[in-house]
Each structure stands twice: as structure tokens, then as C-alpha cells.
């Protein structure tokens, strides 16, 4: 069960959007009657933020058929400048933040996430990338873990439409 890992280019985003649509599925909080419009929507993003190099990616594939089997990316974003307890220097950024990793469910549990998490850590840093953020699901808690990233203080407020809080 051999594969590869390579760089996403413009022309992935269709597999990228896919996989962003099965991770929510599978996590179970994105609703079947809402695939479309989630596929659309980040399809249309990644057209952009790909070229302009706001979204990074990487996907796995099998040796044997060159199948993607799996992804991940980083999407960059400006932050302001920020002191760090126990880090040397201002941080300045960007910052990169882990989305889409994402497994097809056949060759999980073999090593292609934590692959697909090293590749993408790796290019990170040669970036000179020092900040990289997560919200793991409760599979991937454990892999993230390993990889050195720690829980933090992170609190989440969530508006509806309407203004209201939920």
C-alpha cells in the first residue's frame, strides 16, 4: 500500500472540494442536502486562493493507480503583529491554518495523514512559517498531538444570520 505525496496545483481544487465536502460529512456536522452548495462555494474560493497562494495543498496518491487518496492545506493569513510567552522575537506572520485533511476511508489508519501532516509541516517551516493553527476533530486529535501541536485557549463565539448567538 504504497503512495506519494505531492504539491496541489489549480487544477486539483475539484478533488481539494471534495474532500472538504467528506470531511464534514464524516465528522457529521454538514447536512447531504448541503454538499452542493459547500463544493460550490469552496470550489470557487480555491480557484482564487490557490493562484494567489492564500491556500496551500498537498495530496496523497497511491503509487499504483495515481489515485489521490487523501489531502491536506494550509490556508495563510495575515495576523497582526504578536508577542508569544516563551517564544524569542515579535511573531509577524502569516499565520498557517490546517484545513481539509482528509483520508479516502479505504487507506486510512496507514499512515497517509500523518504523511500528508509532515509534508505540509515541513513546507510550512521552509516558508519561515512560525505559527500554525488547528481545530481537530476527535480522530485526529491524537495524530495532531504527536506532531507536537497543543491544546490552547481558543473560545469560539457563533452569529446566526440574524445577529443571534448560538
Known sequence: MAFSIRKAS???????????????????????????????????????AIPEG??????A?????REVIGGA???LRRILPRADAGVPGLELGPEAIVLNVYVESSW???GVAEALM????????????RRVVLHASPDGRRLYERLG?????EMRLT?????GRR
Open 10 to 48: 489549480l487544477s486539483d481544487y475539484p478533488i481539494i472540494a471534495r474532500h472538504r465536502v467528506g470531511m464534514f460529512r464524516d465528522m457529521g456536522v454538514l447536512d447531504a442536502s448541503r454538499e452542493t452548495e459547500l463544493t460550490r462555494a469552496t470550489s470557487q474560493y480555491l480557484q482564487t
Open 54 to 59: 492564500e491556500y496551500l495543498g498537498w495530496l
Open 118 to 129: 509532515r509534508r505540509l509541516l515541513d513546507d510550512v517551516a521552509a516558508r519561515g512559517i
Open 108 to 110: 486510512r489508519r496507514k
Open 149 to 153: 501541536f497543543a491544546a490552547s485557549n
Open 73 to 75: 492545506g494550509v490556508q
Open 159 to 163: 452569529q446566526t444570520p440574524e445577529g
Open 61 to 65: 496518491e497511491a503509487s499504483d493507480t
